[in-house]
């Protein structure tokens, strides 16, 4: 069964203090792994898409890479403006879904 | 318009009740999804519209659960006889073609108490 596992659950950092979310999947025939930002209040909001191992993509301070079987979304000296919760969704064979992860909330405090 | 539109923000309803979710996806959006995300939790597929494609509703977890789209224009997700269960944030999301980075709305809130 394709499946999305975010960890960690939660994570407090110190602006600047850069640190990797991680996501971890299993599904037959990867077509795209996807990223997403998710305030408060709100719906996602669409970071990046990846689709074979070795794909890195960047936006400002966030980077995301992927591996057969995971992949990280890296935060470079990130700024309280970047809390948020992080959503992983990975597409499989079947091009009408898309699994979610519980996703990561990423707190950063001034 | 200009994002996908969904009302109501917020629904409290009794439990027993029927509710109506609106979803007015970016005009020209082919595809469009319904999920459901609890507290604490990701979001569950429910229910895929594709054009004029008979829609996925795989997910759909009960048949006190439906969804209707109009074309390629706004779609409901109804629930009848809500349950405690049911309470959740309800996202709309549509795409131009489908398989891609999707644009979500803000959701509705639905308690039922």
């Known amino acids: 069964e394709d499946q999305v596992t975010q960890s960690p659950e939660a994570l407090r950092l110190q602006e600047g203090e850069s640190s990797s979310l991680n996501c971890s999947y299993t599904?037959?025939?990867?077509?795209?792994l996807f990223w997403y930002r998710q305030d408060p209040g709100k719906g996602p909001e669409f970071l990046f898409t990846l689709y074979s191992a070795g794909e890195e993509k960047e936006k400002e301070r966030l980077k995301a890479t992927l591996t057969k079987k995971e992949s990280f979304l890296h935060i470079t000296a990130p700024k309280p403006e970047d809390s948020a919760t992080y959503l992983c969704?990975?597409?499989?064979?079947?091009?009408?879904?898309?699994?979610f992860g519980s996703g990561t909330k990423l707190n950063v405090k001034p | 318009g200009a994002g996908v539109s969904q009302s109501p923000s917020n629904k409290v309803t009794e439990k027993g009740k029927d509710v109506e979710l609106r979803c007015d996806p970016i005009?020209?959006?082919?595809?469009l999804y319904w999920y459901r995300q609890r507290l604490g939790q990701g979001l569950e597929f429910l229910i895929y519209?594709?054009?004029?494609?008979?829609?996925?509703k795989s997910g759909l977890p009960s048949d006190r659960f439906s969804a209707e789209r109009t074309g390629e224009s706004v779609s409901t997700l109804t629930i009848q006889r809500t349950q405690q269960e049911d309470s959740a944030v309800y996202l709309c999301?549509?795409?131009?073609?489908?398989?891609?980075?999707?644009?979500f709305g803000s959701g509705t809130r639905l308690t039922v108490v």
């Open positions: 999301a549509s795409s131009p073609t489908g398989g891609n980075g999707y644009t």
């Open positions: 599904v037959s025939g990867l077509r795209g």
């Open positions: 519209f594709q054009g004029n494609s008979a829609p996925d």
């Open positions: 005009s020209g959006h082919t595809a």
């Open positions: 969704a990975v597409q499989g064979r079947d091009f009408n879904k898309f699994y």
